[in-house]
T-cell receptor, first 113, second 114 residues
Framework: GENVEQHPSTLSVQEGDSAVIKCTYS??????FPWYKQELGKRPQLIID?????GEKKDQRIAVTLNKTAKHFSLHITETQPEDSAVYFC????????????FGKGTKLTVNP | NAGVMQNPRHLVRRRGQEARLRCSPM?????VYWYRQLPEEGLKFMVY????????ESGMPKERFSAEFPKEGPSILRIQQVVRGDSAAYFC????????????FGPGTRLTVL
């Protein structure tokens, strides 16, 4: 089955700087990669996703890139703000016939004012 | 348009009791997923259901855990004879039939086993 590795586990940046979180996956057949943001005690919220037929997708200050050959994808947040502080999870859709998502272990992002 | 609903939000049980967690998907969504999240960890898939069908239960423990999504009413995750190790946040997600990839999560049920 699919396996997703996520790095770093913690990331601290100054307000206005950029933040990058990286994930690798094991199943070359995986074709859907969402990113979720989870604030303390809250639900995971889908913030951006990418399918394997594109290499990059942007939504305002957030972008995701996908390298299918290397089997890795990254989340880029520019001009970070304190409200970006949260735990971010990457995921990949398992190709074993189910629609289940396999998640990374998360990155705790802290944006310092 | 209401999002995914889960209740109760917090549930306290003593060892050996039963826990019932409920999930109502977003309107128009026919796929339901249950995930478990331990403190400081990611989400682990448990089970994927459509109405009256269990599609994938590969993440469910073999004993004490069961799930259903009846024709009418919410999806239910049932844990019998709870143990302390069952303490976790249980999240339900739903997705629409035409875009099953996009899963939207409910607020979760935080189960504490004393």
């Amino acid at each position: 089955g699919e396996n997703v590795e996520q790095h770093p586990s913690t990331l601290s940046v100054q307000e206005g700087d950029s933040a990058v979180i990286k994930c690798t996956y094991s199943d070359s057949a995986s074709n859907y990669f969402p990113w979720y943001k989870q604030e303390l005690g809250k639900r995971p919220q889908l913030i951006i996703d990418i399918r394997s037929n594109v290499g990059e997708k942007k939504d305002q200050r957030i972008a995701v890139t996908l390298n299918k050959t290397a089997k890795h994808f990254s989340l880029h947040i520019t001009e970070t703000q304190p409200e970006d502080s949260a735990v971010y999870f990457c995921a990949a859709k398992d190709q074993g016939g189910s629609e289940k998502l396999v998640f990374g272990k998360g990155t705790k992002l802290t944006v310092n004012p | 348009n209401a999002g995914v609903m889960q209740n109760p939000r917090h549930l306290v049980r003593r060892r050996g009791q039963e826990a019932r967690l409920r999930c109502s998907p977003m309107k128009g969504h026919s796929h339901v997923y249950w995930y478990r999240q331990l403190p400081e960890e990611g989400l682990k898939f448990m089970v994927y259901l459509q109405k009256e069908n269990i599609i994938d239960e590969s993440g469910m423990p073999k004993e004490r855990f069961s799930a259903e999504f009846p024709k009418e009413g919410p999806s239910i995750l049932r844990i019998q004879q709870v143990v302390r190790g069952d303490s976790a946040a249980y999240f339900c997600a739903s997705s629409p039939l035409v875009q099953p990839n996009e899963q939207f999560f409910g607020p979760g049920t935080r189960l504490t086993v004393l």
